[in-house]
């Protein structure tokens, strides 16, 4: 995200997000009123309030105090939560994790997602993004000064605007001090040539772009918190939500960070497309999310190296029998069940014109497979998962215990380098990525091998 010094009257306004966090991990207050608490027949009423707390996990928490004693106590367990002080009072489940010792007041959290709605059809929807990508965008005006940190996404009469926050910048120098979680971008959802959208079909967008920016940022990133409007700007539809999102951290992916690199977001607004049309398609939608499940778990450093090998190969070897058998059929499923591993993912990978040989830049691996007679990378990797979940074997617990460490994290780059180029051969993107094993470590930009 850049300043400029254009004439503010020529771009336009940054999005205003309906929910900031000042510091990062910061509790935000989703609402303050008349609650009610009903258990097993028994219905307290006080006073509480509601927000969204980020620890142990991204959650919605209330606390709660009555206006009397009950004479029933409510116990720490599941109960029922209604928020009355709203233009139409919603209830939802809740766990109460705590209870004072006269039953006066209760705090816990919400085990189910909470939805206030006034109106089925919106005309636009905010949403907001953590820890997300400092890009380098379209020019928008903010309250100080131009930026560009404006992206766009469309497909198929959907309209997605993410501004990044004007302070961006002092937001992620604060997140790589402190960690956690922050708000830093702000999200629009509109649809033409109908001004007016389901909000069911909203909820199927918002999943796919909490997808796509994981995808695209190495860690989970969903949509938080939406707000839908009417045609007269007003606020008829709010979703409270656990959402998925992973803390701060320092990961790769295929989109670089504009602060290692500057990069127009052009290559975003390329991908979206090809996302949204495998993600609409039934063969691909349900192996779309697991396979990058697999891949946010293995590239976000969720466990170790050995079992982010076997989360990638589980990956290759769904995508390979949804491509070769249930896409494509160009082998049954008798005659797949009977391939080799290594042929599985051998033949996926010529199938999108990715190299089969081990890069140079990976020079452990390289030379570790050459020693054990490996002819190429779905060899290496299929062999080395193998001794991993088959490590019982003496002979095989040799090898593994035998291989340097840097071995074993090659054959993680080079799973995620062939991961993260699937899924873009799938999603029909045809410019440049971040290139993970790259030797030119000053300027990784490659294009893709099949373009």
């Not at 008349?34 to 006080?46: D, F, H, K, P």
């Amino acid at each position: 995200m850049e300043s400029s010094d254009l004439p503010s009257e020529n771009y336009p306004p940054a999005l205003s997000p309906v929910y900031t966090t000042d510091e990062p991990n910061q509790p935000i207050l989703l609402y303050e009123g008349s609650l009610e608490i009903a258990q097993n027949g028994t219905v307290q009423r006080g006073e509480g309030t509601v927000r969204f707390e980020w620890f142990p996990s991204p959650r919605v928490a209330f606390d709660f105090s009555g206006q009397d004693h009950c004479r029933v106590g409510i116990l720490p367990d599941q109960a029922d939560l209604k928020l009355l002080d709203l233009r139409t009072p919603v209830a939802g489940k809740c766990r109460i994790s705590s209870s004072s010792l006269d039953f006066f007041s209760h705090s816990g959290f919400l085990s189910e997602d909470v939805i206030s709605a006034s109106a089925d059809k919106l005309s636009y929807l905010l949403f907001h993004l953590t820890n997300f990508y400092d890009f380098f965008g379209n020019v928008i005006v903010g309250k100080q000064c131009l930026f560009r940190g404006r992206l766009v996404l469309e497909a198929q009469g959907w309209k997605v605007t993410i501004d990044s926050l004007e302070n961006l910048k002092n937001i992620k120098k604060t997140l790589k001090t402190k960690g956690g979680y922050c708000i830093t971008h702000i999200g629009k959802i509109e649809h033409s040539p109908q001004n007016l959208f389901d909000t069911k079909e909203v909820d199927n967008l918002l999943t796919a772009l909490g997808y796509f920016c994981s995808f695209c940022r190495g860690f989970w990133t969903f949509p938080i918190l939406p707000v839908g409007y009417d045609i007269n700007g007003d606020k008829v539809w709010e979703q409270w939500a656990a959402y998925k999102a992973t803390p701060w951290k320092s990961v790769s992916s295929w989109f670089p960070d504009s602060t290692a690199l500057v990069r127009p977001c052009e290559s975003l607004s390329m991908l979206f497309p090809g996302f949204w049309h495998r993600w609409q398609n039934p063969i691909w939608h349900q192996p779309i999310r697991l396979a990058i499940d697999w891949y946010i778990q293995s590239n976000a450093h969720a466990g170790s190296i050995e079992s982010s090998i076997i989360m990638a190969q589980a990956a290759f070897e769904l995508l390979s029998i949804v491509l070769l058998v249930e896409d494509k059929r160009l082998v049954n499923s008798k005659e797949f069940d009977r391939l080799p591993a290594a042929k599985k993912l051998r033949q996926l990978l010529v199938e999108f014109g990715i190299p089969l040989n081990i890069p140079d830049s990976l020079s452990n691996l390289k030379k570790f497979s050459a020693q054990l007679n490996w002819m190429d990378g779905p060899q290496a990797l299929t062999r080395i998962r193998n001794i991993i979940v088959h490590s019982g074997k003496p002979q095989e617990r040799t090898i593994i215990l035998n291989a340097p460490y840097d071995v074993l994290y090659e054959a993680k780059r080079l799973s995620l380098w062939y991961l993260e180029l699937i899924l873009l051969h799938l999603f029909d993107y045809r410019g440049d990525y971040c290139n993970r094993v790259s030797a030119n470590f000053m300027n990784p930009l490659d294009p893709v091998p099949w373009n």
